[in-house]
């Protein structure tokens, strides 16, 4: 085996003075030490504690990078990116203190291939972003999270979201990557070609690396043409034992759908308070159907009769843009309902993704534990592919409560790995799912901190997160 990364010592001689005089010479005003700046790079959208880091820079192209991480690695600085800051498992709080490279200012479309189906971004455009500027093509980015994130912090994260069951996830989009390494070295990898079978595939190694690889700053994006007719609809059901049996049910028939998500009764009660719905206060699945109009007819139909079957009732069918977005927005706003829901209490996150033979057993189960432990926990989740999200409110100063939720999500991340399951389907790692790699992952962990090593062996990029300490 390799040697492990080496232990990050105090910079010496006032490493972050010097290194933070040549960062000004280098971005001028674009490098700043300010409380404030510092403030709002300390934090990411998860319950986990702020910490501040030394500084913050903005670089504008790829050169900028490289020379920020050449200076960084001579005075063993630790290096964070940061896109839009929407982390919910910590990825993005300094830990080690250090320089956050902000990417926001590389917010680019550097080019678009219609032909080719692809194109080509800097890392701070953020997703809605680009979908605006390729509309006219034709064609658009599919990946869907929620939050307005950035194309690189989705990169770094892998990330998913609603689309997922008809079009894939982050990493079946990511064609190539340009990529700085902790010590200022530019690579490529990946081409604009559909595959390839040229050597090791680093630019998987680079997709959910949470930015302890390397930065990346430029991604060419696989793109998907626009659908000619989209539904959307919606379906209240008895249980969320019968609206997950019913999705799974929906899964095995072949049924062609782009998105099957569900939201429990708690979760439908906090979106009707703020998002200024009246949606029934029982279990829903969201759907969207995607083709022509015969076929989301065909589709819809075949839907509609499956639900109920398993007690599904008003279903009900939206079909102009309006109407499905109002219904959507709603859906992305799951996070922003439940932190008004119980203010001020934060958000600690599940995120775990199982086979879908075992997905209405493990939600039955967690439900179970966060009513006995007394926390409030709405549900939702893509439950197309198996990935759900139990949101456990939580008051981060409250210790008690933080260490009753924690029990649960423990219960919850050991049960989905043992059953074939994972600790993160789309979150990423971070800070919250460091301890449980090892459980997942077995010895193929120690051959990730060998390639952490080799590529970062100072411990730079990001330090504190996905491995554990």
């Known amino acids: 085996m390799m040697s492990r990364i080496h232990d990050r010592q105090p910079c010496p001689n006032g490493g972050i003075e010097k290194a933070f005089t040549q960062l000004r010479e280098l971005l001028a005003e674009r490098a700043s030490r300010g409380e404030s700046e510092r403030a709002i790079h300390g934090r990411d959208e998860s319950w986990h504690p702020p910490l501040l880091p030394d500084a913050v820079v903005f670089p504008q192209n790829t050169e900028e990078v490289s020379a920020i991480a050449r200076i960084c690695h001579a005075h063993r600085i630790p290096m964070i990116p940061f896109g839009a800051g929407s982390s919910v498992e910590g990825a993005l709080i300094p830990t080690h203190g250090g320089v956050v490279v902000d990417m926001t200012q590389m917010d680019q479309?550097?080019?678009?291939?219609?032909?080719?189906?692809?194109?080509?971004?800097?890392p701070g455009l953020h997703r809605r972003a680009l979908n605006d500027l390729i509309?006219?093509?034709?064609?658009?980015?599919?990946?869907?999270?929620?939050?307005?994130?950035?194309?690189?912090g989705m990169t770094s994260t892998r990330a998913s979201g609603t689309n997922t069951v008809r079009y894939g996830t982050m990493a079946d989009m990511v064609r190539g990557l340009e990529v700085v390494l902790a010590d200022g070295r530019i690579i490529r990898t990946g081409s604009r070609a559909r595959k390839s079978a040229a050597g090791?595939?680093?630019?998987?190694?680079?997709?959910?690396?949470?930015?302890?690889l390397g930065i990346v700053t430029e991604i060419t994006l696989r793109l998907y043409p626009r659908p000619e007719h989209v539904v959307s609809a919606t379906c209240q059901f008895p249980s969320v034992d019968d609206a997950v049996n019913c999705a799974v049910a929906i899964m095995q028939s072949g049924v062609d759908i782009a998105r099957v998500e569900l939201l429990d009764e708690v979760m439908?009660?906090?979106?009707?308070?703020?998002?200024?719905?009246?949606?029934?206060?029982?279990?829903?699945?969201?759907f969207e159907f995607?083709?022509?109009?015969?076929?989301?007819?065909?589709?819809?139909?075949?839907v509609r009769e499956l639900s109920g079957d398993f007690g599904g009732q008003g279903f009900q069918c939206a079909v102009k843009a309006e109407e499905r977005n109002k219904l959507w927005q709603a859906r992305h706003d799951c996070a922003y309902a439940c932190m008004a829901y119980e203010r001020p209490?934060?958000?600690?996150?599940t995120d775990v993704c199982v086979p879908l033979d075992n997905l209405s057993a493990c939600i039955a189960e967690a439900r179970r534990d966060a009513r006995q432990a007394d926390i409030t926990a709405p549900v939702l989740g893509h439950v197309g592919d198996g990935n759900f999200h139990m949101v456990l409110m939580?008051?981060?100063?409250?210790?008690?409560?933080?260490q009753r939720a924690e029990e649960v999500n423990h219960r919850l991340?050991?049960?989905?790995?043992?059953?074939?399951?994972?600790?993160?389907?789309?979150?990423?790692?971070?800070?919250?799912?460091?301890?449980?790699?090892?459980?997942e992952h077995g010895p193929a962990l120690d051959v990730m901190t060998d390639i952490k090593a080799a590529l970062d062996p100072f411990g730079l990029m990001n330090p504190g997160k996905v491995l554990p300490d």
Request: hydrophobic letters at 30%; aromatic letters at 8%.
């Open 290 to 302: 995607h083709g022509t109009e015969p076929q989301t007819q065909y589709t819809t139909d075949m």
């Open 268 to 286: 439908i009660d906090a979106v009707n308070q703020y998002s200024k719905l009246n949606m029934p206060t029982t279990p829903h699945l969201f």
């Open 200 to 212: 090791y595939d680093l630019t998987h190694l680079f997709i959910g690396s949470e930015g302890t």
């Open 109 to 122: 479309l550097l080019a678009v291939h219609p032909g080719n189906f692809d194109c080509v971004v800097q």
């Open 135 to 152: 509309k006219d093509t034709g064609l658009f980015f599919s990946v869907d999270p929620g939050a307005d994130a950035t194309i690189g």
């Open 394 to 402: 939580i008051n981060p100063e409250n210790a008690d409560e933080v």
């Open 413 to 439: 991340v050991s049960r989905a790995i043992s059953c074939g399951g994972t600790c993160t389907g789309e979150h990423g790692v971070g800070l919250g799912k460091r301890a449980y790699l090892r459980e």
């Open 345 to 349: 209490k934060r958000l600690m996150t």
